[in-house]
C-alpha cells in the first residue's frame, strides 16, 4: 500500500509557564531500527497517555508502545488554560430536541470530569486541582443576555449555578471590569500540565514510550499484519494503531475535511506580590470564560498567577516563534491592565502557543477508522475531560469491550463535512474577524 505523508509535524515553542514549573525529567530514547509491537498508540497527551494505560491493564501480555514526536505530556495537552469543564455557554435551547442534543453533550463532559477526578484520586496526581465552579463572565449590557439564557438552559435542567454582579463579581474576582457574571458549580481547575506529567509518570510498565520520534508516513500492510510507521531513526509495525493526536489529526490523513485546527496563544505572570495581592482584595482562585466567543479566557491560580488568552489564530504552521509569541504578548498584558489596572507593566513571565481541534457541529471524532486503525480526538476546546476519557473508551473499544461511555460518546461522534482547501480557511478566517470584532471589548 501507499504509505501515507504526515503534512506538518508539532513543534512546540519553549515557553509555557505551566511546563516551567515542572522539575526536569530525562527524555525516553528516540525509536530506531526495524521493530514490532502489538499495540501502538500515537501521540503522548491526555488521550494517548490514557489509551496506553488502558490497553495495559487489558492486555498485561502485549508490548505496548507509544510514540511522541516531541516530548511527552509537554505538547497541546500541557499548554491549555487548565479548565476542566462540564457545561459550557449557551443562549438556550428551547425545542426539545435542542434541549435534548445539550444534556448529551452535557453528560459525555460530566463523564470527563468524573474520569479525570477519579484518575487524579487513584493515582495520587498533584495538579493543584480546585473543585469550585467556573464563572462565565460579560463586561458588555449587550452581551448580557447570553449570559441570562444561558442561566434559564441550566435552570431547565435543574443545574446548580447563581448570577453574580455588582459588588459580589467585584469581590470575587478582585476586578471591576465584568458587568454581569453566572457561576457553574461542576467546574474544576487544575495545573494541566501537572496532569500530564503525573499520567506520564504513573504509566504502567509495560508502556514503552519513544520520544522525539515523529511519524513521518505511514502504511497499511494488509488486514492481517497491520501498520508500519516510519520516524526518522525508525520502523515500527504493529498489530493495531491508535491515532492520539487530536489537532494533527487531518495532517495524519484521519478524518479529512471534518476538523480544523486553531493556535492559541496565553500569557502568564510571576506571583504576584503580596501588595498585589492586596491591591487586587486577595480573591480565592478563580477562573473565568467569556460569554462571547474569541473573548477572553483569565485565570487567578492557586500559587497567585493570573492566565491571559485572547487570542486564537489559523497558523499552518501551529507554532510560533519567540517573535510571534512577543507580538502576542503585548496583547496579552493589555487585557490583564483592562482587567486590573493597578499591576504593573513588568508582571507576564511567560508566553507560550498550543493548538485546539474543532469540527462544524461540535462533535468529537470516535471511532474505528479502517480495519485495527482507531482515532479519538477533536475536542472543541474541552480537552482536558474529553481526552482522559476518550483514551481510556477508544481503547476499550479497540479492545472489543463495550462500555456504558462508548455508546454515550457514540452519540456525538460524527463530524460534519467541511468545505476543501482553501474554502476552509477562507471560511474560519472570516468567521474569527467577526467573532473578534464583536469580542473586542472582551478580550
Known sequence: MTAKIISALPKNDEGCGWIKQLPPRRAQPALSGKQHADWVVLGAGFTGLAAARQLALLHPQARIVVLEAERAGEGSSARNSGFLVDSTLNEGHYSAAGLELYRRKYQIKCAGVLAVRRLVDDLGINCDLEAKGKIHCTAVKS????????????????????????????????SSYYRLGLWTEGGVMLQPAKLARGMLEKLPQ??????????????????????????????????????????????????????????????????????????????????????????ATVRLTKDRRILMRNTAEIWPEQNMSASDLELRKAKHLN????????????????????????????????????????????????????????????????SEKMTDEIRMIQTNSDPMLLPPQPFLRWGVGLRLLRDRFFARHEQ
Open 206 to 295: 509495560q508502556v514503552e514510550l519513544f520520544e522525539n520520534s515523529p511519524v513521518v508516513n505511514w502504511s497499511k500492510l494488509s488486514n492481517s499484519e497491520g501498520y508500519q510507521l516510519s520516524t526518522p531513526e525508525g520502523q515500527l509495525s504493529c498489530g493495531k494503531l491508535i491515532v492520539a493526536v487530536n489537532g494533527f489529526m487531518t495532517n495524519c490523513g484521519v478524518k479529512p475535511n471534518r476538523s480544523f485546527s486553531l493556535t492559541l496563544t496565553a500569557s502568564m505572570t510571576r506571583p504576584l506580590t503580596d501588595a498585589e495581592d492586596d491591591a487586587i482584595g486577595r480573591p480565592e482562585p478563580w477562573g473565568v470564560l467569556s460569554a462571547q466567543s474569541m473573548g
Open 143 to 174: 452581551h448580557e443576555k447570553k449570559i441570562l439564557n444561558f442561566s434559564k438552559l441550566l435552570a431547565e435542567m435543574d443545574l446548580n449555578h447563581n448570577i453574580l454582579e455588582g459588588k459580589e463579581l467585584r469581590q470575587r474576582l478582585g
Open 335 to 398: 487585557g490583564i491592565k483592562r482587567r486590573f489596572p493597578q499591576l504593573g507593566d513588568d508582571i507576564i513571565e511567560s508566553t507560550w502557543s498550543g493548538t485546539i481541534c474543532l469540527s462544524g457541529n461540535n462533535a468529537n471524532v470516535f471511532s474505528e477508522l479502517e480495519n485495527g486503525m482507531f482515532a479519538a480526538g477533536c475536542y472543541n476546546a474541552s480537552g482536558i475531560g474529553l481526552g482522559v476519557l476518550f483514551g481510556t473508551e477508544i481503547a476499550n473499544l479497540a
